[in-house]
C-alpha cells in the first residue's frame, strides 16, 4: 500500500503513533477543509492536525516521540539513483527506527518527514517482538 504524503496519511500517524482519535464536533466547525483534520485526546484537548508528513518540524515530534517509547532513531541523508526516475540522481535518504525488544523499520525516500512518517507507522503498526 502506498502510502502518499498528505492529510491522510498525518492522520494516521495522529491515530496510530499518538494514540489520538478525530473530533467530529471541531471537524463540523471547520467545515470539509482537509487541511482542519481535528485530533487529540479528551484529557489534552483537540486542536487541527499536525502535518507530520509535510513538515520537518511537525515531523520531528514524531521522532521525539518513539524516542520517549525507548526507540532508537537513525536518519542517513545521502544521494542516490532517484526513485522514480532511474537512471537520474536525486537525494535518497534513510529512516532506520530500531528497538532492543521489538521489530524496527528502516524506510528510504525522498522526502525525510514523509519517511519518518512511514517508519513510525511500520513500528507502531508492528509491535511484535525483535529477535
Not at 471537524?27 to 499536525?50: K, V
Not at 535518497?92 to 528510504?108: D, P, T, W
Request: aromatic letters at 8%; hydrophobic letters at 40%.
Amino acid at each position: 500500500m502506498m502510502l502518499e504524503a498528505g492529510r491522510k496519511l498525518d492522520a494516521k500517524v495522529a491515530a496510530l503513533v499518538f494514540g489520538m482519535h478525530e473530533h467530529a464536533e471541531c471537524d463540523q466547525e471547520m467545515g470539509d477543509d482537509p487541511d482542519w483534520l481535528c485530533y487529540g485526546t479528551d484529557t489534552e484537548g483537540y486542536s487541527y492536525c499536525r502535518e507530520y508528513s509535510t513538515d520537518i518540524a511537525d515531523a520531528w515530534t514524531v521522532v521525539e516521540h518513539l524516542r520517549t517509547q525507548g526507540f532508537y532513531v537513525e536518519i542517513r541523508m545521502g544521494i542516490g539513483l532517484g526513485l522514480e526516475n532511474p537512471g537520474l540522481f536525486a537525494r535518497i535518504h534513510e529512516v532506520e527506527v530500531l528497538h532492543r525488544e521489538r521489530a524496527g523499520a528502516s524506510i528510504q525516500g525522498e522526502s525525510v518527514p514523509h519517511i519518518i512518517c512511514k517508519a513510525a507507522l511500520a513500528v507502531s503498526e508492528n509491535p511484535t517482538t525483535a529477535r
